[in-house]
């Protein structure tokens, strides 16, 4: 499976960003797909994920800000990004999980900057 993102880039406070996530390779082994970000010094956290059967999940702290979808036709995943704070500066990382409990697939990450 591969994994190409993009859609990240610098933006104000209180603005919006899609993230996109096109996949390849062996699709139909992917059972997931979700977006990981990472910032400076802290440690890599899920931020958003969804599954084959369609369920999502979207981390607290962005819940009401940030939505996740799937295009299972195109093989896309978008992360739709609004109210950004800068709090939200990271490199996101779309990922794939192909097996039990882990993701397994990861792109090479979009870095998204939110000035205050």
């Known amino acids: 499976v591969q994994l190409v993102e993009s859609g990240g880039g610098l933006v104000q406070a209180g603005g919006s960003l899609r993230l996109s996530c096109v996949a390849s390779g062996s699709i139909l082994s992917i059972k997931a797909m979700g977006w990981y970000r990472q910032a400076p010094e802290k440690e890599r956290e899920l931020v958003a994920a969804v599954s084959n059967d369609g369920t999502t999940y979207v981390v607290d702290s962005v819940k009401a800000r940030f939505t996740i979808s799937r295009d299972n036709v195109k093989n896309m995943l978008y992360l739709q990004m609004n109210s950004l704070k800068p709090e939200d500066t990271a490199m996101y990382y779309c990922?794939?999980?192909?097996?039990?409990?882990?993701?397994?697939?990861w792109g090479q990450g979009t870095q998204v900057t939110v000035s205050p």
């Open positions: 990922a794939a999980r192909t097996i039990p409990g882990s993701f397994d697939y």
